[in-house]
Every structure is written in C-alpha cells, then in structure tokens.
C-alpha cells in the first residue's frame, strides 16, 4: 500500500532557511520515503525571489504584458525564458534554461513573500534536490528520495497538473520496454514518467492554499539515482517544440 | 492521510464481463473511495477489441505505419481519429473522438488479448465510469468515485503518465481561482486537474506488467459530479491545436 502524507506546520520560508531542518521537525521519516516538496519554497530558501520594484521591463514585455498583465513581471518572464513557445497576454508560454516547457518559464506571483515580487525556479532543481536529499538524510538516518515539484499546464487539457522539475535519490523513470505484458506482447514504447506520477500523488495532499508545501509518499520501491532533467524530451526527437 | 492500493487479483477480463463485480469481490470498497481503472479492462469488457485479420489498410495507413509498422493498426487508429497532429512512423499522434490528444488515437495492442487484435478506447469512457459507479455502489452500498485511466503521453516530456479518461462521482478539476493564496495574492490561473492527479496516484500501485489493472484511492475528499469531457481544452482556447 502506498501511502501519502501531508507535511503540516511548516512555516513561513525565507531566504537561508534550512528546509531540511523544516521538515525533519514536521515530520517522522522511514527509509525509503519520498519527500515532495513545492519548489516554492525551496526557490525562497535559495532566494530565488525578484523585487519588482527593480525591474525596467522592456517593449516586448510590454507588449506581452497587454492591458491586464504586469509588464514587469513580463520582463522577468522574458529573462528567465530561453524560447518563447505561445504568448495570448498576459499568458505567456515559455521553455526555461532547464529545458522544461510551462506557462510564465516558472516565474510564479502567488504565495510569493510581498505582493510586488515573484519567485523563480530554482537555478538547478535537481541540485537543489540532492542538496536536501542529502541533508535530509543526514538528519534522520533514513535512505530518502526528494522530488521537488511545480504545477504545470498541459497541452490540449484543462488545468494544471504537479510534475518533477527536480528529483534525487529515486527512478524518475520506469523503463518497461523489452518487458512483456501476460500475453507476452512486448511492451514496446511504455517508458512510466514515475517522477511525475509521484508529484502528481503529492500534490493530492499538498493543497496550494493550505500552506501545505511538502507531503511525504510512502511505500513506494524506486530507489535510484535519476534526475528531472532526465524528463525533458529531447528537442530532436519532440514532435512539438 | 491518502492511501493507494492496489486491486490484487482480477481475472482477465472478457466481452460481457461484470467488472463491478470483479472489483468488488478482490476490495472491501469504503464510503468516499474513488476506484481507478485502467481503460483497458472496461475497453475489453465493452467489447471494444479489433481483430486485425478482418482490417484491410488503406495507403495511407500503409505509409503511416512506415517499414516497422503494422498497416492494419495503423488502419484502425486512423479510424478512430478525428485528426492526426504529428506522425513518425510508426509513432502517429491523433485527435479521438472524445477530443482526447494521445499516441495512435488511443488504440493499444499491449495488453490486448490475442497477438493479432488491438484494444481502443471505451466508446464513452465517462459512460463507462458512470455505470462501472452505479454498479459499484449497487453492490457495495457506498458513496463511491470512478476514474477511467489511460496513460498518455506527454507534449515537451519524456514517458508516459496516467490520465483521467472518463469519470464519475467526483470533481475533476478544483478551481481554486478566486481564493487567495496565505499571502492575499488572488491564485487566479489556478485549476487542479484534480482526475488527472488521482489517476497518476493511481497508476503508482498499478503497474503496467503486474496485472493490476486498477487501485483504489482513499482520503480524498473530491466527491462531485465532474465529468472527463471537462478534461479536453476547448479548441478555441487551446495554444497548441
């Protein structure tokens, strides 16, 4: 049985907080555990956060801006974006440094600290991953996984779904081509986006307004050394970049 | 706390099949349990099977399914979409008839229950939820949620993930636009695609190979009567049609 749990009573994080410390106290860690943690608050800890108030947006982000938009969240958008994919301002759908294809290049407003500020993703999720695993792990004793997730939107589906930008100490995929399934028809193109799914089984208890940024995923068998970045498709073989 | 389990020996399942009953005689079911079930099995027990001996490909499908391919497969995918977004033989990416975006329209020869048929998804699949629900809660006499899953895969991402395909009993999207983040910032983009999230859940205890074709997601608190339809973007909000 897999089980998933909500982290509560974390605090408020700010930057040079010890996020490992945070949710070891929150909560009583097993081996082999996942740890799921909003890559919110880890972009806070790393001080990932802009103050608009500084920020001198361009024409283009202007224009991206439209009526509604904020152009100088536009302006970080642009900054933080290696190729703008769709704009219908003040939406903006952009690839990131990362390789990793979501609305705003993961500049994000909400639970940011201050109204006029927006958090970034974090410079290397993956690092910043095994940065906690690793602390995390020292902490407890326990053989850990970490994922650290963000909300993304999809193509051609409604609303937005928690995926992997980051992940250590876990399978991030589960390869099952050259498996056969019981009628022993080769399961020829069935590569499982684990990383994703558990984000996904993470958020259900996550909540983005309950201040519930981290959920633990418990029972799971995926230990392993895969990284998100393992999860962005190769542009020469993606039908749709 | 959420719990995933695993529903642990079902049959192979057959035309005509009760699948309600199948389910409810391997889980004791609780009141608020949304019971996930891999397409496949509904597909197969609404007869939804193709013999490919009886499929004879057009040129197109013969050209679609390239040197590899199997043009009667091809064939059939053709004629279960209502568009064809991107092709690589064998690989064609296709709009259902639902308004669903996945690989060969749905069609699936794994898991298919002779070498030379193909399985294609349920005629409606949020039908399908519907009854396999009315049957379920007939049976069991309790207030229960159904997703019909299948996995897609995914534009700009590596794998494959589990999807809500078809529903019943339970919100499929939760909108949180017009609540306001613990800051007051208004998280006014911001709809869970709530199915889509349980079915990932899901998928983690059932395990493509391991005969497990479907799990039971418990502690949620998502009882409604949302429907996967409301899963499929709009064409004319859709970025990426």
Redo the contacts between chains.
Sequence with gaps: ??????VEGLP?VGEGDDVAALIAAAVELEDGDVVCVAHKIVSKAEGRVVDLAEIEPSEEARELAGPDGDPRRLEVVLREAVRVL?T?PP?V?A?TRHG??C?SAGVD???????DTVVLLPEDPDVSAARLRGALEERTGKTLGVVVTD?FG??????????AIGAAGIQV?HD?RG?????????H??????A???A??A???MG??L?VPAAV?RG?DVAGEGTAR????PPEQ????
Tied chains: 1, 2.
């Design positions: 049985m897999i089980q998933v749990l909500p408020e769709r219908r939406l759908i690839e990793f294809v609305a407003a909400s639970n940011a600290p201050a109204s909300t999809r193509a051609w589906r409604v609303g937005i779904a928690n995926v995929l099952l498996e056969r399934d019981p009628a022993g028809y080769e399961l193109t069935t590569v499982i986006a684990l994703d799914e558990i996904a089984a958020e259900l208890a983005k307004t201040r995923v799971l393992a999860l962005v498709m993606d039908l749709f970049r």
